[in-house]
């Protein structure tokens, strides 16, 4: 099974809710990332997950906040969005987070911030 | 630093042949290939590592020029399916051990019949 999950597929969210993407796998893998993709562009990563912590935090803005609960779910917590949000957040896997390891992605959330 | 992709786009016959490269200013540990189609996400092609050792489709054949901080992929006797975006990563080592993947811009590749 080299399937990872994502919920909701899509999210229309004001810019005063709290809100929350959530994505699981089940193929044991050790590291789990966060992306945000605009229309036309690559992939940026945003967060990396290895072994339940932290890892690598790009820069992101304080109102996106991570959390893996455990070592088969990894969720982004939403608050107090901007328009300039909205975009597709992928979610990835892969067995281990160096460099020799390739990622399984999700199908993504298609978020709107009105 | 993200990796530098050529050509933007290509349009091809079925059965035609095409060649996505990716270059770097930086020293390569990997190189990972993706496709994706509109609306989709993602999906795994390749991995090149370094030292020579490769894993992925068999119906895709890549290099790995660790000296010269390329990579090429190579799609032959192109199928409707090849249809999508080609990205090529690369990984940059950050603290703890982990590495910071980085996507080049894309290369769009359209298959007509």
């Known amino acids: 099974d080299t399937e990872v999950t994502q919920t909701p597929k899509h999210l229309v969210m004001g810019m005063t809710n709290k809100k929350s993407l959530k994505c699981e796998q089940h193929?044991?893998?050790?590291?789990m990332y966060w992306y945000k993709q605009k229309a036309k562009k690559p992939p940026e990563l945003m967060f990396v997950?290895?072994?339940?912590?932290?890892?690598i935090n790009e820069s992101v803005p304080s109102r996106f906040s991570p959390e893996c609960p455990n070592s088969s779910l990894l969720n982004l917590h939403l608050h107090a969005l901007q328009p300039e949000d909205s975009a597709l957040y992928l979610c990835?896997?892969?067995?281990?987070?160096?460099?020799?390891?390739?990622?399984?992605f999700g199908p993504g959330t298609r978020l709107t911030v009105t | 630093q993200q990796p530098v992709q050529s050509p933007q786009a290509v349009i091809l016959r079925e059965g035609e042949d095409a060649v996505i490269n990716c270059s770097s200013s930086?020293?390569?540990?990997?190189v990972h290939w993706y496709r994706q189609k509109h609306g989709e996400a993602p999906v795994f092609l390749m991995i090149?590592?370094?030292?020579?050792e490769q894993k992925g489709h068999d119906k895709i054949s890549a290099s790995f020029n660790e000296k010269k901080q390329q990579s090429s992929l190579y799609l032959t006797a192109s199928q409707l399916s090849y249809s999508g975006t080609y990205f090529c990563?690369?990984?940059?080592?950050?603290?703890?051990?982990?590495?910071?993947?980085?996507f080049g811009r894309g290369t769009s590749l359209i298959v007509h019949p």
């Open positions: 990835a896997s892969s067995q281990d987070a160096g460099s020799s390891y390739e990622q399984y």
């Open positions: 193929m044991g893998h050790r590291a």
């Open positions: 090149l590592l370094k030292g020579g």
């Open positions: 997950y290895s072994y339940e912590k932290l890892s």
């Open positions: 990563g690369t990984a940059a080592p950050a603290s703890g051990g982990s590495y910071i993947p980085t």
């Open positions: 930086k020293a390569l540990y990997s």
